[in-house]
C-alpha cells in the first residue's frame, strides 16, 4: 500500500535530485516521538506508532536517498538518544527504539563506508523541544502495579523532572558544526550527554542503575513497597 509518507518521501527525493543535480551532502533524520509508561502498561499500538516513527522513519529515508548521498559521497546523521544506551525506567520503549537506531546506524556506518558516506549517530541528551507536548505518552490507569509512583511517571511524560536542558537552536548548531568538521563516529550532544558517555563507559552498571532509578519512584523505599503490596493483593485477590 502505497502511504502518504511514501509519496511525500518520494516527491522530496524528487525535488532534491532536481534542485542539486542527483546529490545530497547531508541527510539528517531528526523526527520522532515519545512514550512514557511502565513496559507492561503500556499502550502497544501507540509503541509500534513511536517504532514507525523513530526507527523506520530514519530507513525509509535512508534508503530513498541513499543514491544522491552516495554520488555525492555525503554524510548522514540519524538523531538518537541517551535512552538507547541508559537503562530509563518508564522509557522502555523510546530506548528501544532510539537503541534500534543506534545498532542500524552503526551497521549502516561499514556498510557504507566503501562509497566513502559517512554515517554518523548523534546521541542526544536533554533539549528544549516540543516532544513532551505530542500527546503521545500513555496514561496510567489506576489499576496498574505502579500506581503509587504515577506522581514520578507522570514528571517524567511532562518533561519537568529534568532541567539541564540544551536550548534546540544552540543543539542544531553544535550538530551543524560537528557534521560540517567532518565528525566520523558517534557524536554526543544536549544536556547531559557527556555525563551519559562518562558513566556508561567507566562506572560499573549497578552504580549506573542506580542512578538511573532516582526521581522514578522506584528509588523510595516507601513506594516501592506501596508497589510491591500491590502486587501481592493482585496475585491474592
Do not use: C
Not at 502518504?4 to 532536481?18: C, G, H, K, L, P
Not at 540519524?78 to 541508559?86: C, M, Q, T, Y
Not at 541528551?125 to 511517571?153: C, D, M
Not at 560537528?178 to 550527554?193: C, E, Q
Amino acid at each position: 500500500m502505497f502511504d502518504r509518507r511514501e509519496e511525500s518521501i518520494e516527491t522530496a527525493v524528487q525535488i532534491v535530485n532536481t534542485k542539486t543535480g542527483g546529490k545530497l551532502d547531508f541527510l539528517i533524520n531528526n523526527a520522532g516521538l515519545g512514550i512514557v509508561a511502565p513496559a507492561i502498561d503500556a499502550d502497544i499500538k501507540d509503541a509500534k506508532k513511536m517504532f514507525d516513527a523513530n526507527f523506520w522513519g530514519a530507513v525509509e529515508m535512508v534508503q530513498a536517498f541513499s543514491p544522491l548521498i552516495i554520488s555525492a559521497k555525503g554524510t548522514i546523521g540519524n538523531v538518537a538518544a541517551l535512552g538507547a544506551i541508559l537503562h530509563v525506567p518508564w522509557m522502555s520503549f523510546y530506548g528501544a527504539s532510539k537503541a534500534a537506531l543506534v545498532n542500524w546506524t552503526e551497521v549502516l556506518r561499514l556498510e557504507m563506508a566503501p562509497f566513502r558516506v559517512k554515517v554518523v549517530p548523534i546521541m542526544t541528551g536533554f533539549v528544549h523541544t516540543n516532544i513532551f507536548n505530542q500527546g503521545h505518552g500513555t496514561s496510567l490507569p489506576r489499576e496498574s502495579l505502579y500506581w503509587p509512583a504515577h506522581k514520578e511517571i507522570d514528571a517524567r511524560s511532562a518533561g519537568s523532572d529534568v532541567t539541564e536542558k540544551m536550548d534546540a537552536n544552540v543543539y542544531a548548531n553544535k550538530v551543524v558544526n560537528d557534521l560540517t568538521n567532518g565528525a566520523d563516529g558517534r557524536i554526543y550532544r544536549g544536556g547531559m550527554s557527556s555525563g551519559a558517555k562518562f558513566i556508561t563507559t567507566f562506572l560499573p552498571n549497578s552504580m549506573v542503575d542506580k542512578m538511573m532509578l532516582g526521581g522514578t519512584g522506584l528509588d523510595k523505599p516507601a513506594e516501592l513497597q506501596a508497589i510491591q503490596a500491590a502486587r501481592k493483593a493482585t496475585k491474592t485477590g
